[in-house]
């Protein structure tokens, strides 16, 4: 068990262009999330799949976002048209039940 | 909708002195409660979590909370801190059992300084 994994661990990018992060779960979890950590702030949840399945989105997720979780493994969050106020930390969870086990998050910086 | 409240934004502390932690929650269904940490430019782990039984609940490097329903609480506790203690805290709520989907509702965090 290796663990959550995030990458990339930072991305620094210019207004206007498209990012995409992935998520590497723990193997066994059929539950995966994204949150969204403002500097200061609480994480904020994003959306939650159960295997392959979205089953919420957060009204934080502008119509720029999408997020995939295809054969229930990995997820990728693509924002399109990035813009300053999309600077933050982007952090990946997953769980089988109750406890969720994070990822060291992708922090975005948008200039 | 569930919410948390951390009534302390920063909490200095002297080396081996005692620290608590105050979190308030609101939910209409009963909830799992959870404290997690944050050390700088990482992820979250978990100290400890509450999901039903004893209300004093112990977790990794000393910590213990205490849930009170009565006063919507989970107030977090270690009788004596290290340096390495120095870190964000947060507080976190779910009414998964409910909803189902488990997703959890933060608090704003509580900065710990810890000085020699």
Request: with cysteine.
């Amino acid at each position: 068990d290796t663990g959550v994994s995030q990458d990339p661990r930072h991305k620094i990018t210019k207004r206007g262009q498209n990012v995409t992060f992935r998520c590497d779960p723990i193997s066994e979890h059929n539950r995966l999330y994204w949150y969204r950590q403002t500097l200061g702030q609480g994480p904020e949840f994003l959306t939650y799949f159960q295997n392959e399945a979205q089953l919420e989105k957060s009204r934080l997720l502008s119509d720029r976002f999408s997020a995939e979780r295809p054969k229930g493994s990995f997820s990728t969050l693509e924002i399109q048209r990035t813009e300053q106020g999309d600077s933050a930390m982007y952090l990946c969870a997953s769980s089988s039940i109750v406890e969720a086990f994070f990822g060291q998050g992708t922090r975005l910086t948008v200039v | 909708a569930q919410s948390v409240t951390q009534l302390d934004s920063q909490v200095p502390v002297f080396e081996e002195a005692p620290v608590e932690l105050r979190c308030n929650y609101s939910s209409s269904v009963s909830v799992y409660l959870f404290w997690y940490v944050q050390y700088p430019n990482q992820g979250l782990q978990l100290l400890l979590k509450y999901l039903s039984g004893s209300t004093l609940v112990k977790g990794i490097n000393g910590f213990e909370a205490e849930f009170n329903k009565s006063q919507t609480s989970f107030h977090l506790r270690k009788p004596s801190v290290h340096i390495s203690d120095t870190a964000e805290y947060f507080c976190a709520v779910t009414v998964g059992a409910f909803s189902n989907d488990y997703k959890l509702s933060f608090g704003a965090g509580t900065t710990v300084t810890v000085r020699a």
